[in-house]
């Protein structure tokens, strides 16, 4: 890309020189820039800025701006869309962003990135995406044979658990409302249905979903649907591949939702299920009413309903806000329908309608007991607290409902039962009465104990309805809450967040770390890409000796625990990490009035998040206090005493024994972790297009931070030279032992993987050799998978190919063979033919030598004959006397006539017989020349004066002729001195950089360390500047939905530029030239009489130019090579191996015009291209004319102010011409190529010429 066009040059130089005048355009090629909002739109380039790129936008809405080189991308010619986004030309996160945005408003919400699945929520129905049909045409088709699709990922998963023999996991990951628990329901749904329609195992897993949904989601204000806990569903299978079973394993239920939500937050839906869709007798007898009358249900009260389901209600269940505003939309959740699914799901898992009845009547106790308030004894001395008049029906119906006696419970409710240390369990017993809020949160504490263990419960259920005896592997399906950050975040965010960590570190060392070390062991050639490594961060929160897990553990063992002391520690143990933080070090407003004691701010790899430590310690145990807990475990209700067993009163354990919640999230990660490893794995990354939860609305910033925040930008960067599927060879070849023919059977299995691929006529650039395995580039999985395959038909459809591919190499071997012998025969024939052509010379050679006497004299007479004829021919210019001559040289030819036909009738005749024959004739010849002679002498005696004169002429040539060879001769030798001068003072120069490189060399290993440090100080402060970045994204989202504010930070300064301050402070700049514009440069160079100022402003506008042009070798397509060399090669590595040593600053001297000549050849040309030659005339260190000349393309001449893109932007120093022998030349040999080419003359404005 030429960055100005030459549309308008000097048209008119002579009638106005001023530079001012020449028209620049700027080039019309479409980029991508970074926008907050938008992600990236397409602009063009307008100016090169001293730091920064100004960019028009093409859309006028968007103003012009100012980007850095890193946040600018080449642009695609036209719109994208394809399958996978290994096929763009631009392998780029701006151009993934495009293919993604233009597929989302198609309806095509999945998109491949290699073999990892982009899945973008599309808010809506898509007619048929997910049906039977679509089913069966995604069943056993490869990966890239359809359209990108969930069912295209879990087939895989079937076939590679068939084909390798092991089991596989589906990590479906992303944020809140990007739709992780809509895919991880179609995986389950194709995992269940892919072979035949479901059977009652089948139908039980699917059945858990309905089941789960109801009681572990919950309507959030950025997902109505959101899983607040985490679940790895394990579909079984035997030896056959049939389902025969599953299991699922659930983490961290959030249990503070069930007591307490945000206005625009529901608690779990199986609440508002159980209002809306019981049947009038269930409710009956559970004493339900509406949403209004439950403190657990604060948060919003309308109910999930379309128009024919609102009818259905009763309106006494209606909330007043659901009466007001109608009911929430949502095209999946529906509060009436879900509760008959739920009811039918239960029935279907197998429990009767007694324990339906059971669990629906602990979940109306919790809301009960929410409603049970507690007022001040007045008369108490000790401070205890009594339940309220008003709150008596309620704890009457909740005892009812545990089946506990309401005395009891109210004891339990506002007192707790000690014991005396002496006496130990038979030690004296003692009532300690509770305060208010002691006894609130005791009774809070009991409806999270009871939901939590109920929902334990029902997932222990399900389990044993679905049962596996003989499970040789099995396809668990990973959905676990995405990235959390609000603006109060507690322990569940810090869990969840904690999770995240650790699944993307899984991440990372699978797809990006394992896959770069599996490419150099096995010796493929693909380049090392970088990423963010998040150890670190699961190290600050895991650590044994001081992690925040350790530390919360350790404070919650105090006799007085609290968040401040708690915090505080958490500071002092990592004070200098670069991870943790202050609250006040947030973006958000919100979180800088929390002091330091009350939180701290972890820098997620997806963003900052500030956690408020509170209620942590509170959290982290969830033991309740002996009076409770003896209470439950004494009731009388049967499904209460099960979730509270005998004998496992934690609360008599004491503080030094207890297992904490983290510590057990701790440990079920661990194994959750160790099953992935252990598994194959295939991920699926949700995006959430917008935030507002609408469909058709796509905002490019929210998804390219997701994509980010995910790994796929680096995946991409890795994909598009890695190669994402393999196979052993060993495998490979064991897989077909079975079905192979003898002959193929004793081939190494090396040998018979490249017969068999090269059987399948797959090109060589779609896959690789290695040491131990075959390697295939992304997108041809559906090559892969054919070869993978493992059913019998297809094994010896293959090994057919395999035969025939050897039985046609052979024959081809065998063609060869014959074309060999018949080029030997043609061989043997030609050698033939050249004896006899020998033998044919060598006669004629003997021949020759024999008769070579006679010709050769009469050819000699022969010769008299033609000297006759002259004389005739002289003869007829005299006046007088002609015939006479005439005729005795008719005489002399008669005599030549004579001897020759003596010497033919002669075969014995001697050479010196000859020689006499041709002295007698010529002694004739020579008496008849000198009487010729005398007669001609005395005829020209009259033309003596003219033939003098002409004779004098010549001499006088001659002598001009003389002069100038002698005037050229001095000129030569003049240039042989000034190319001697030239020589001298190279070497000069050689000697005194050889001097220098000795003085440098001594401080060369410390300026190398200083440049390594600096190296990594510039890459840990692009990786803080990154992550500045994403704190500040996930800040103005979070201050975007809670109307809050973002604080204004200082803008940050990129390492290059303070590097530019500092050298420019120590250089004493005399002129700031960062603000000038690229044009205000160039003009500047033009038109300036400044000497200081014109050697300032060339070097700033070559600084641009080589940033400018690194930026456009960074992004060039794929495709293209070099095609616009600015200088020759040898010059360009000469300048990039340069060691960057420090120079003094030098004094502005009149600048030095010095012309080069090398010879070169463009990268892109053809073999058999004759090299070039490339000429450079630089005044003083920055190039002024440059000139290609080739032999078969016409000459290209640059002149500097006009095509400045397309010349070398390099300094002479920087070059390394100096230092070539015979590459500088003299001025006049420059111009006289300069204008033989039609090149003007240069305005040399009296600079020393040398």
Known sequence: MDFYTKAERHSSSSSNNNNNDVVRKMDTQLVWARDPVEGYIQCCISEIGAKEFEVTPIDRKYPKRSCHVDDIFSSCDGPQDHDDNCELMLLNEATFLDNLKTRYYKDKIYTYVANILIAVNPYREITDLYSSTTIRKYTGRSLGELPPHVFAIADKAIRDMRVLKSSQSIIVSGESGAGKTESTKYLLKYLCHSSDSAGPIEQKILDANPVLEAFGNAKTTRNNNSSRFGKFIEVHYDAKCQVVGGYISHYLLEKSRICTQSSEERNYHVFYMLLAGAPQQLRDKLNLGKPDDYRYLSGCTQYFANAKTEQLIPAAQKSSNHMKKGPLKDPIIDDYNHFQNLDRALGRLGLSEVNKLEIYSLVAAVLHLGNIAFEEIPDDARGGCQVSETSEKSLTITSKLLGVDPSELRQALVSRVMQSKGGGFKGTVIMVPLKIYEASNARDALAKAIYSRLFDRIVALINQSIPFQASNFYIGVLDIAGFEYFTVNSFEQFCINYCNEKLQKFFNDNILKNEQELYKSEGLNVPEITFTDNQDIIDLIEAKANGIYTLLDEESKLPKPSAQHFAAEVHKAWSNHFRLGLPRSSRLKAHRTLRDEDGFLVRHFAGAVCYNTEQFIEKNNDALHASLEGLVQECENPLLKTLFPSGSNTALRGKLNFISVGSKFKSQLAELMEKLEKNGTNFIRCIKPNS????????????????????????LELMEHGYPSRVQFADLYNMYKSVLPPELAKLPPRTFCEAMLQSLNLSSKDFKFGVKKVFFRPGKFVEFDRIMKSDPENLLAIVAKVKKWLIRSRWIKSTLGAVCVIKLRNRIKYRNNCVLLIQRTVRGYLARK??????????????????????????????????????????????????????????RITSREIDGLYTIIMANMNKLTVDLNTKLKEQKQAEEQERLRKIQEALEAERRAKEEEERKKLEDEENKRLKAEMESRRKAEEVQRLRQEEEDRRAALALQAQLEKEAQDDAKYRQQLEQERRDHELALRLANETNGMVEDSPPVIR???????????????????SKWKYSELRDAINTSC???????????????????????????????????ERAPKSVMEAAYKAPPLAHPKQEITTAQHRYFRIPFMRANAPENTKRGLWYAHFDGQWIARQMELHADKPPILLVAGIDDMQMCELSLEETGLTRKRGAEILEHEFNREWERNGGKPYKNLGANNN
């Open 692 to 715: 507002k939860m609408i469909d058709r609305d796509f905002e490019g910033g929210l998804a390219l931070a997701q994509l980010k925040c995910s790994g796929t930008i680096s995946v």
């Open 850 to 907: 024999q008769h070579r006497p006679r010709y050769q004299g009469i050819a000699k007479i022969n010769k008299i004959r033609f000297s006759a004829q002259k004389t005739i021919e002289i003869a007829g210019g005299l006046k007088s006397g002609r015939d006479e001559f005439i005729n005795e040289v008719h005489g002399i030819h008669r005599q030549v006539d004579e001897a020759i036909n003596t010497i033919k009738a002669n075969e």
């Open 1055 to 1073: 390492k290059s530029e303070n590097v530019r301050a500092q050298q420019q402070a120590l250089g004493k700049q005399k002129y700031d030239l």
């Open 1090 to 1124: 400044d000497i200081e100022l014109l050697e300032a402003c060339r070097q700033e506008f070559h600084r641009r130019l080589k940033v400018y042009h690194a930026w456009k070798a960074k992004n060039r397509k794929r495709t293209t090579m070099e095609e616009n």
